[in-house]
């Protein structure tokens, strides 16, 4: 059974870029949330969604964005991209209010 | 708000030298504690959640319990590879899945 995966890996790009985050859930997970990982700190939660919309926001700006497929899987897009918008970004899915897995994560590094 | 303060930020042990990690919690209603295991550059790995003050949860060398303001995780005979950040993360009852996260705590065990 195949976990949370994420795509690309490892992305670089230069300030002012627009950025796309790819996740897939877990097989029977409905949930997706996003969360933000800067170096040495906790992940911060970004956004959560569910039935193709966002149910639950953190204090991100609007630059970020997502969306949720029919098939549960989910995108993470940042525009006008800062350099401090170079972190670790995780998606996490869960069946409902269930435990949140984790996956591998993306690390964005603006230039 | 909802917070968590985890301490040490940062443990030495030699290996088979027990000790404890902590996470305080300030919560408008808990739904459920999460402990997570992280390597460096990689998601978290679900360990457990606790949901309610006196519960205990086992698994292999590690242990965590939870009161009304904090959770302990018991780490008994340490090996090297136990060696990772451990995030404590809280999820309210009210409202939806966020998890808010404290900023970890580093532990290296030494052979």
């Known amino acids: 059974d195949a976990g949370v995966t994420q795509s690309p890996t490892h992305l670089i790009k230069t300030r002012g870029q627009q950025v796309t985050l790819r996740c897939s859930p877990k097989?029977?997970?409905?949930?997706v949330s996003w969360y933000q990982q800067a170096l040495g700190q906790g992940p911060q939660f970004i956004f959560q969604y569910y039935e193709e919309e966002e149910r639950q926001r953190g204090n991100f700006p609007d630059r970020f964005s997502g969306h949720q497929f029919p098939n549960y899987s989910s995108e993470l897009n940042v525009n006008a991209l800062l350099l401090g918008d170079s972190a670790l970004y995780l998606c996490a899915s869960s069946l409902g209010t269930d435990t949140q897995y984790f996956g591998p994560g993306t690390r964005l590094t603006v230039l | 708000e909802d917070q968590v303060t985890q301490s040490p930020e940062a443990l030495r042990l030699q290996e088979g030298e027990s000790s404890s990690l902590n996470c305080s919690y300030t919560?408008?209603?808990?739904?459920?504690l999460f402990w997570y295991r992280q390597d460096p550059g990689k998601g978290p790995e679900f360990l457990f959640t606790l949901y309610s003050a006196g519960e205990e949860k086992e698994k292999e060398r590690l242990k965590a319990t939870l009161t009304k303001k904090e959770s302990f995780l018991h780490i008994t005979a340490p090996k090297p590879e136990d060696s990772a950040t451990y995030l404590c993360?809280?999820?309210?009852?009210?409202?939806?899945?966020?998890?808010?996260f404290g900023t970890g705590t580093r532990l290296l065990v030494s052979p």
């Open positions: 993360a809280v999820q309210a009852k009210t409202g939806f899945q966020k998890l808010v």
């Open positions: 919560v408008s209603g808990l739904r459920g």
């Open positions: 097989s029977g997970h409905d949930t």
